[in-house]
């Protein structure tokens, strides 16, 4: 019995650039608070969808590109991209088998743990306050996943990626 590959694995790969561009897209800044974060989205999606394909290694990878897009000191995204991955594989069996809506709940949680560890990793050394303003971005990106998870599964199984 011969196993065939699909050729099509550079599809999540085209996802993660459109995510990078929509992340680096030009905004204003009062609009910055709220932009939700494209690409921990998406790779939370190719984690739970593809989980043997898309891991640890991968979440460092994009973090550290994701650094050098931001500007941000070297390895803060890559670290809470590693956390939230790390979570997400505990329990993408799980989120398989949610609905939706409580789907996007847990993307806000995950979102949130991102930020936290993101946002206390910049504020070592300075005095950062803003409140509670730097969660906003679990929020839509909550919102988000409704519409996102419908696009990519219909773009995984209509290139049928495995």
Partial sequence: MVISRAHNSW???????MAFMLSAFPIPAWVQWGWPEWVLVVFIYWVIALPNRFGLGWAFILG????????SHLGVNAFAMV????FAMLMYRR???YRLWQQAFIVVFL?????CVSYGLQG???NVSGGIWFLLPAVTSGLLWLWLFVVLRGIRRAFKVT
């Fill in 95 to 97: 989120l398989r088998m």
């Fill in 11 to 17: 599809v999540p790969f085209v996802t993660f650039l």
């Fill in 111 to 115: 979102v949130a743990i991102n930020q």
């Fill in 124 to 126: 070592i050394g300075s």
């Fill in 64 to 71: 550290l590109l994701l650094d050098l897009l931001q500007g």
């Fill in 83 to 86: 956390v939230v991955t790390f």
